[in-house]
T-cell receptor
C-alpha cells in the first residue's frame, strides 16, 4: 500500500531563516506531487505541483520554492522566511483520480 | 475552469441527528468530486469520491454523497451523527486529464451531546 511521509512534524523558525520541508511517497511510482498551505482557519492553498522529476509548477508567486530531486521526493524550501509563511503545510500525491495527503508540518515563524 | 462552494463554514448538529454538508461545483469538464475530512493537526483523509457511474456513492464512517448534475451539487450526508464526526470537511473537484484539485473553503462540523 502507498504511504506518504512528511517531516518535521512541527517547526519553529525565526524570521529570515531558511526552510526545508521534505515529503516522500512509498508504494507507488511516478506520482503527481503537491504542496499546499493552510493558514489558520482557512482552506487549502495550492503552492506547487509536479508531474515528474525536475518538473515544478508554481501556483502562487512568493518566497517559497520546490524541488523534486527523485521520483518520490518533494522538497519545499525558502531562503528567508517571513511571518506570513506560518501555517500548516501539507504534501499530497495523486494517481488516477484522488489525492492522498501526508500528516502535515506545522510551521511557526517568529 | 472549476470551482467549489461549500455553504456554511460552521454546522452544528445534535448527536444522532442527520448530518448534511452542502457542496456545489462548477466544471467545464466531467467532474471528479471528492469529500475529505480533517481532524485537528492532521492531514486530509478521503471520505468518498465520484468519478463515473453510480451517482450515489458510499464512503467510510457511514457517509454518503449524491452527484446531481442538474443541480451541480455533491452534498455529503450521514443519517446519524456521532461525536467522533466532529471535524472539518472539504469538498473538492478535479477532472480527467487535469492535475489540479480545487478545494472548497471547508465546513467545520460540531456535534452536540
Amino acid at each position: 500500500s502507498q504511504t506518504i511521509h512528511q517531516w518535521p512534524a512541527t517547526l519553529v523558525q525565526p524570521v529570515g531563516s531558511p526552510l526545508s520541508l521534505e515529503c516522500t511517497v512509498e508504494g507507488t511510482s511516478n506520482p503527481n506531487l503537491y504542496w499546499y498551505r493552510q493558514a489558520a482557519g482557512r482552506g487549502l492553498q495550492l503552492l506547487f505541483y509536479s508531474v515528474g522529476i525536475g518538473q515544478i509548477s508554481s501556483e502562487v508567486p512568493q518566497n517559497l520554492s520546490a524541488s523534486r530531486p527523485q521520483d518520490r521526493q518533494f522538497i519545499l524550501s525558502s531562503k528567508k522566511l517571513l511571518l506570513s509563511d506560518s501555517g500548516f503545510y501539507l504534501c499530497a500525491w495523486s494517481g488516477q483520480t484522488e489525492q492522498f495527503f501526508g500528516p502535515g508540518t506545522r510551521l511557526t515563524v517568529l | 475552469a472549476q470551482s467549489v462552494t461549500q455553504l456554511g463554514s460552521h454546522v452544528s448538529v445534535s448527536e444522532g441527528a442527520l448530518v448534511l454538508l452542502r457542496c456545489n461545483y462548477s466544471s467545464s469538464v466531467p467532474p471528479y468530486l471528492f469529500w475529505y475530512v480533517q481532524y485537528p493537526n492532521q492531514g486530509l483523509q478521503l471520505l468518498l469520491k465520484y468519478t463515473t457511474g453510480a451517482t450515489l456513492v458510499k464512503g467510510i464512517n457511514g457517509f454518503e454523497a449524491e452527484f446531481k448534475k442538474s443541480e451541480t451539487s455533491f452534498h455529503l450526508t450521514k443519517p446519524s451523527a456521532h461525536m467522533s464526526d466532529a471535524a472539518e470537511y472539504f469538498c473538492a473537484v478535479s477532472g480527467p486529464g487535469t492535475y489540479k484539485y480545487i478545494f472548497g473553503t471547508g465546513t467545520r462540523l460540531k456535534v452536540l451531546a
